[in-house]
T-cell receptor
């Protein structure tokens, strides 16, 4: 049982490039989330999904898009990367009510030059 | 939005010592969780504790929702306890708000 898996783990981009982060969970969870963590700070919610085919904006959504075409996958896209998007990105999932017990992936470190 | 404050921001302990980490929040919450982020960046779910007390080995947590705080107790600390401890709360506003964490360093 892998839990929550994120790919890639590391990526370096140039300003203006695009990329997609993939989050996959094998716990049949309804709820999935993308967070970013910046140095010295806690995590901030980018986007979330309460079920297959649904997405919604979180606290810091600008510059990101998401899709949840399959229940087990939640994709985070950067259409035109900016240095301000250099961060560590965490995916999480939950099987109960909103923000019930969350389970996190291992994180993806993104650097935008 | 809700304010989540954790104290102390940094803590250095000798192996075997006990410690108490505190999380204060500024509004009523539906849920509260404690996480441990290890030195490799992995976030581990410690407790899901909207109220009451729970224990798991050397760790225990207490949330007093009416007084808007939660405490995480670590007893007989070990070097593997090092890392950052986060408190996160949910208010029903479709977000889990994180504090800025307590960085714990346990020295042998």
């Amino acid at each position: 049982n892998a839990g929550v898996t994120q790919t890639p783990k590391f990526r370096v981009l140039k300003t203006g490039q695009s990329m997609t982060l993939l989050c996959a969970q094998d716990m049949n969870h309804e709820y999935m989330y993308w967070y970013r963590q910046d140095p010295g700070m806690g995590l901030r919610l980018i986007h979330y999904s309460v079920g297959e085919g649904t997405t919604a904006k979180g606290e810091v959504p600008d510059g990101y898009n998401v899709s949840r075409l399959k229940k087990q996958n939640f994709l985070l896209g950067l259409e035109s990367a900016a240095p301000s998007q250099t961060s560590v990105y965490f995916c999480a999932s939950a099987g109960r009510e909103w923000a019930g017990e969350l389970f996190f992936g291992e994180g993806s470190r993104l650097t935008v030059l | 939005g809700i304010q989540v404050e954790q104290s102390p921001p940094d803590l250095i302990l000798q192996e075997g010592a006990n410690s108490t980490l505190r999380c204060n929040f500024s509004d009523s919450v539906n849920n509260l969780q404690w996480f441990h982020q290890n030195p490799w960046g992995q976030l581990i779910n410690l407790f899901y504790i909207p109220s009451g007390t729970k224990q798991n080995g050397r760790l225990s947590a207490t949330t007093v929702a009416t007084e808007r705080y939660s405490l995480l107790y670590i007893s007989s600390s070990q070097t593997t306890d090092s890392g950052v401890y986060f408190c996160a709360v949910e208010t029903g506003a479709n977000n889990l708000f994180f504090g800025t964490g307590t960085r714990l360093t346990v020295i042998p």
